[in-house]
């Protein structure tokens, strides 16, 4: 009966996000038409959550009458596995996909802001649009209520690699990312439906964008992470096809922030804001057709029906397809561009956005290329990761050697001689990294690298002692200023750390591989290595031979193990890896099989992984930029809205 209940609810939502389309694009400049399309967003919401609730429910449940829990659950599972397994596979993860996008009509409704009311209405009933297509998709084609006609007695279990604490949490961030970005496309839409150019518009489009591009960021980032210590190959996961379609929004999202700063702050460049927020959903739902058409192969994609995939394609078509088509129409009357130099903020911004553009292509084109000459050859084709640090690598550099002109430089006309002579410092130490990379013999490239990653974080210092100001007490006024300074300081500098990091990652790690009994020991990266023992244990849902180290630098001895384990429902043994984490590096250490012909000896995988913290603390800074630039915008719209003597409409 929950299923059903929650079918019910299902295509409850759906109606009501039928009429929030319909009543928010006929309302025009009607109050009550909006404020009726505001509560039918508010129906949806509480109708897809109720549905959602049901859902984890039936898992939490084991009720393997519904097809969805008996395909992907096991009652052996742990409590938070079961409920995780509810967005681990495609049924569930599109219901997750309906609930985040009616959350989101839901908070469109409730905070207007400055939005003109013909355009609030409009960009309701767009909302209200891509939650119908999501939820007619995902009733029709994926229902994750559908019974079986005969229950099994056990559930086939979650795949092993997806039992981990990380990808429990990853889709959701993920899912909060792809799907925010459509609201910044409602707007963008709402905008030219109702010819409103004003400045209010990149405004709206701000917060929004900020969400969306904050939860993507750390989402990304936990789905390296995961692959850094689940897969057992001592890397993270870099130009998988997959990875690249949630890089692809991530990239046109980062455009969208800095342009919309220029939209909002001189007027300028309304047209490019526009079309980046319409190429920012547009990216989400090609990374969704791409992950769910089965047309990719990956550790982490949804092999599903192709049929599928089509009608993923057709509502990437649709909605891609008439957002241009309409931003063709009301081209002509987009405000005309505010004149600047190249050599002003908005000049650095601009460049940001044309390096982000043309990263995005090549990102775009190393993914799409290999399917579309698979399709016209018949040949399977790979584009692998020399390809993408070869074109995107130096781009990428660009950018980054910019970006810290940026805010140091005055709108409309920047002084640059003033704007190097506070860099020099940051240009003294990214030529030392430079020489150092060289030093270590990590090649050109790598050296590069460093050197821009080093420039990029000591710019971003620079720019703070700057804005400290001359004279005693920079401490003190620099903890006073405002939240959107530390915002940019935060995502900069974690940007700068991150190249670090990934440079080093890349270019200067080593790994070794070796068979060990019980007592033998094995130098390696400075370190000494002993197989104290190996024992068998039994876990929850599985079974795992776990092998026991002892690591000693100098006068230091640490414990640390590593475990091979095959669970219940499935033949494909998955690795658990040993790590000793280290600012400077990682020692890591994974289980392989068993050497051949040796009696008792156990193949092991050592790496060492220089800087590789760095890289992750790196995102976790550029994703806590967009969360303290969110916070600051929230703050000065308290501040706007007490001023004003006004409160946000809500419905």
């Not at 990239?251 to 460049?269: D, F, K, N, P």
């Not at 190097?420 to 020489?435: C, D, E």
Request: charged share 10%.
């Amino acid at each position: 009966m929950i299923a059903e209940i929650g079918a019910f609810l299902f295509a409850l939502g759906l109606v009501a996000s039928c009429v929030q389309a319909v009543l928010g694009l006929r309302a025009g400049a009607r109050a009550d038409g909006a404020a009726a399309s505001a509560a039918a967003a508010q129906v949806a919401s509480v109708a897809f959550a109720s549905a959602f609730v049901l859902l984890v429910i039936c898992f939490a449940r084991s009720d393997f009458s519904v097809a969805a829990v008996a395909a992907n659950s096991h009652s052996a599972k742990p409590m938070v596995y079961k409920i995780a397994a509810t967005w681990g596979h495609h049924e569930g993860s599109m219901a997750l996909w309906c609930v985040i996008s009616s959350l989101a009509g839901l908070a469109l409704a409730s905070f207007r802001g400055g939005l003109t009311a013909p355009m609030w209405s409009a960009a309701l009933g767009v909302q209200g649009l891509v939650t119908l297509a999501a939820a007619a998709y995902t009733l029709l084609l994926s229902n994750p209520f559908a019974r079986l006609a005969a229950a099994p007695l056990e559930g086939a279990g979650l795949n092993p690699l997806l039992q981990d604490p990380a990808l429990a949490l990853h889709p959701p961030m993920l899912y909060l990312g792809y799907v925010g970005l459509s609201v910044p496309f409602s707007l963008a839409v709402g905008a030219l439906w109702t010819r409103s150019f004003g400045p209010e518009v990149a405004q709206a489009i701000r917060p929004w964008a900020l969400l969306a591009w904050s939860a993507l960021t750390l989402g990304i980032g936990l789905g390296s992470y995961w692959a850094y210590y689940e897969l057992g190959w001592g890397g993270a996961w870099f130009w998988d096809p997959v990875e690249n379609a949630s890089f692809l929004p991530w990239l046109i999202g980062t455009a969208l922030l800095h342009s919309a700063i220029v939209t909002a702050r001189r007027g300028s460049m309304m047209g490019w804001t526009l079309l980046l927020a319409i190429a920012g959903f547009g990216c989400s739902l090609l990374g969704t057709f791409l992950v769910r058409s089965g047309v990719l192969s990956s550790v982490h994609a949804f092999a599903v029906d192709p049929a599928r995939g089509v009608a993923v394609l057709a509502m990437f078509a649709g909605a891609v397809g008439g957002a241009l088509a309409l931003f063709a129409w009301r081209a002509p009357l987009l405000p005309a561009p505010a004149g600047f130099v190249v050599l002003s903020r908005e000049g650095a911004l601009a460049f940001n956005n044309f390096g982000l553009a043309i990263c995005t292509g090549i990102v775009l084109i190393g993914t799409l290329y290999p399917l579309a000459a698979e399709a016209v050859s018949g040949r399977a084709l790979s584009v692998g990761a020399p390809f993408f640090n070869s074109t995107f690598g130096p781009l990428a550099g660009l950018v980054l050697l910019v970006a810290p002109f940026g805010p140091l430089l005055a709108w409309r006309r920047g002084d640059a001689r003033a704007a190097v002579q506070v860099l020099l410092w940051a240009g003294i130490g990214a030529v030392l990294a430079l020489g150092l990379g060289l030093a270590f013999r990590g090649g050109a490239a790598a050296a590069l690298g460093l050197g821009v990653g080093t420039w990029m974080a000591l710019g971003t210092l620079a720019y703070l002692w700057r804005r400290a100001g001359p004279g005693p007490g920079k401490t003190v006024r620099l903890l006073g200023a405002p939240l959107a300074v530390w915002a940019l300081a935060a995502a900069h500098f974690g940007a700068g750390v991150l190249t670090i990091g990934a440079v080093a990652q890349a270019s200067f790690r080593f790994e070794h591989s070796v068979s060990l009994a019980p007592g033998e020991a094995v130098q390696f990266a400075g370190r000494g290595l002993r197989l104290l023992r190996v024992e068998s244990i039994e876990g929850p849902n599985y079974d795992a031979q776990r092998a026991v180290f002892s690591v000693s630098a100098g006068a230091r001895e640490q414990s640390l193990h590593a475990e091979r384990r095959r669970y219940w429902t499935s033949d494909s043994p998955t690795t658990e890896v040993g790590i000793l984490s280290g600012l400077w590096g990682d020692f890591y250490v994974a289980l392989g099989e068993p050497a051949p012909g040796a009696q008792g000896q156990l193949g092991v995988r050592l790496y060492f992984n220089p800087f590789i913290a760095w890289m992750f603390g790196g995102i976790a800074m550029i994703g806590c930029g967009g969360a303290l630039a969110l916070l600051s915008l929230v703050r000065v719209g308290q501040r706007k809205r007490v001023a004003l003597g006004q409160v946000a409409a809500v419905p």
